[in-house]
């Protein structure tokens, strides 16, 4: 699985960025992390096989994780952004296929994209 991602940049507090996530095969967890230097990577957002997203509570309410109909990309809409959300974005697929069901647990995830950067100013 192949993924690659696109449209970060940088902001200032209130502002909004697209992220966008080119992947060569849908799994069943798709998903958004984030990692700053020194620090361990986050989870920020899943998109699972039902098409149910869900969100990490310092997220919650101001990003949107989504999957463009008919294409293989995978969409981090963020709004309200502020200086803690400055960090590396990168896009995972776990190990699974479209048919499994799983938790879409961190361990899940396998396959990495090589990450945007996001940085936010005050």
């Known amino acids: 699985v192949q993924l690659v991602e696109s449209g970060g940049g940088s902001v200032q507090t209130g502002g909004s960025l697209r992220l966008s996530c080119v992947y060569s095969?849908?799994?069943?967890?798709m998903g958004w992390f984030r990692q700053v230097p020194g620090k361990e990577r986050e989870w920020v957002a899943t998109f699972d096989n039902f098409d149910r997203t869900m969100y990490a509570d310092a997220v919650k309410g101001r990003f949107t994780i989504s999957r463009e109909k008919n294409t293989n990309i995978l969409i981090l809409e963020m709004d309200s952004l502020t200086p803690e959300d400055t960090a590396k974005y990168s896009c995972?697929?776990?190990?699974?296929?479209?048919?499994?069901?799983?938790?879409?647990?961190?361990?899940?995830?396998?396959?990495w994209g090589q990450g945007t950067q996001v940085t936010v100013s005050s």
């Open positions: 095969v849908r799994r069943n967890c």
């Open positions: 995972a697929a776990s190990s699974h296929p479209l048919s499994i069901s799983s938790k879409c647990d961190s361990d899940d995830y396998v396959y």
